[in-house]
């Protein structure tokens, strides 16, 4: 390889290297702080789910027969 071709994919390298660098920057920016992160790390666990408890109260008087509201 001539002087000239190592140095283009020297630069070449280079690019792409600081190319992966800003895209993985950018991923982690777009995913940090996402609904699920802070799921997983317990931001809502003191919260009482009310739908839910709601929901399965009335899924336990349907099965024993009884008014739904």
């Not at 709601?54 to 008014?67: C, F, N, T």
């Amino acid at each position: 390889m001539t002087e000239a071709a190592r140095k283009v994919a020297q630069q070449a390298e280079e690019r792409l290297d600081e190319v992966a660098k800003n895209v993985r920057e950018r991923f982690d920016r777009v995913t940090e702080g996402r609904f699920t992160d802070k799921v997983k790390n317990g931001a809502f666990a003191d919260r009482a789910d009310h739908g839910t408890d709601q929901g399965r109260d009335e899924a336990r008087r349907r099965e024993q027969g009884g008014p739904e509201h």
